[in-house]
């Protein structure tokens, strides 16, 4: 049994796993979970301290403001694309020369972290015209070895970022990777901000078990509570929640637009396309629903 901060396993490029504890949960999500469950709230933070916190991590707030720069970054590299590592790492000196005091200053993050951004960036584009529908480890292996050839500066970036084979074998199969990535800079952000150790302290406390369940059960309630949610059977609101939970909305947009999307379309496809999947194709859904037992 996994004990302790129990992080993700999953290497993202911030240098920060994306979610701790039992549940798997993100910086956000604890502190939206923290404002509106008291119990949970009060084992960690006094009301003014958590308002102090939700302001941080609210609309146009450190996380938002750390999504600015994530999304500035990809547009610079779109912009001056880089076709080598080295060429990468101008782009990102060349962008930090102009940007870096502001930077800092919205969000609390150094120059290495922005560099962290560029890489991220750099792996999204080199690895989503070659991801795959699921596929066994081999046919996995074979599309990241056309994603990133040896001596490539796909290659170059992925040994830069500390991706093991199992992280590649997740990305290559995942259409959406840029969540990840941007979910754990967020994270990081909060870790760093004022009240950021007692965040962690509270994601990780009992294994991320008091706050996990409290954030599952929010989500939960959710899914029952959206339109046309009591109507889904025990099975399509478990694979609606682990969807939301891991995921957010997605492009689904809402908790109503997910569990639409279940109700429309219960059955798998196969093969399952590699974009614009049903809830029920998702592979952290299916992962979950493996272990997943009735009431």
Do not use: C
Not at 7 to 33: D, H, M, R, Y
Not at 127 to 148: C, E, K, L, S, Y
Request: net charge neutral.
């Amino acid at each position: 049994m996994s004990t302790g901060e129990v992080p993700a396993l999953l290497i993202n490029a911030s240098g920060t796993p994306a979610s701790f504890g039992k549940a798997q949960t993100i910086g956000e999500t604890a502190v939206a979970t923290m404002k509106t469950d008291a119990a949970v709230r009060w084992d960690y933070f006094t009301v003014p301290e958590l308002n102090t916190l939700s302001q941080v991590a609210a609309p146009q707030g450190l996380v938002q403001r750390v999504n600015g720069w994530w999304n500035r970054v990809g547009i610079n590299l779109v912009a001056h694309p880089a076709a080598t590592d080295a060429a990468l790492l101008v782009v990102a000196a060349k962008f930090a020369a102009a940007n870096l005091a502001a930077f800092r200053a919205e969000t609390g993050l150094t120059e290495d972290d922005m560099v962290r951004m560029f890489r991220a960036q750099q792996f999204i584009t080199h690895f989503t015209p070659h991801v795959i529908a699921g596929g066994t480890p081999a046919q996995r292996d074979a599309a990241i070895a056309a994603a990133a050839p040896a001596l490539s500066a796909a290659a170059a970036n992925v040994a830069a970022l500390g991706f093991r084979t199992t992280d590649l074998r997740t990305y290559i199969v995942n259409p959406g990777p840029n969540v990840e990535h941007r979910q754990a800079i967020g994270t990081r952000a909060l870790f760093t901000s004022a009240l950021g150790q007692r965040l962690r302290n509270a994601m990780t406390d009992d294994s991320g078990f008091k706050l996990g369940r409290a954030t599952i059960q929010q989500t939960y309630d959710a899914v029952s509570n959206a339109p046309s949610g009591a109507a889904l059977t025990d099975a399509e609101r478990a694979q609606a929640t682990a969807y939301v939970h891991n995921h957010g909305a997605g492009s689904f947009h809402n908790v109503a637009g997910v569990v639409a999307d279940i109700a429309a379309n219960p059955v798998p496809r196969h093969p399952i396309p590699p974009a614009n999947r049903f809830v029920v194709e998702d592979e952290y859904v299916g992962n979950v629903m493996a272990h997943w037992a009735g009431p």
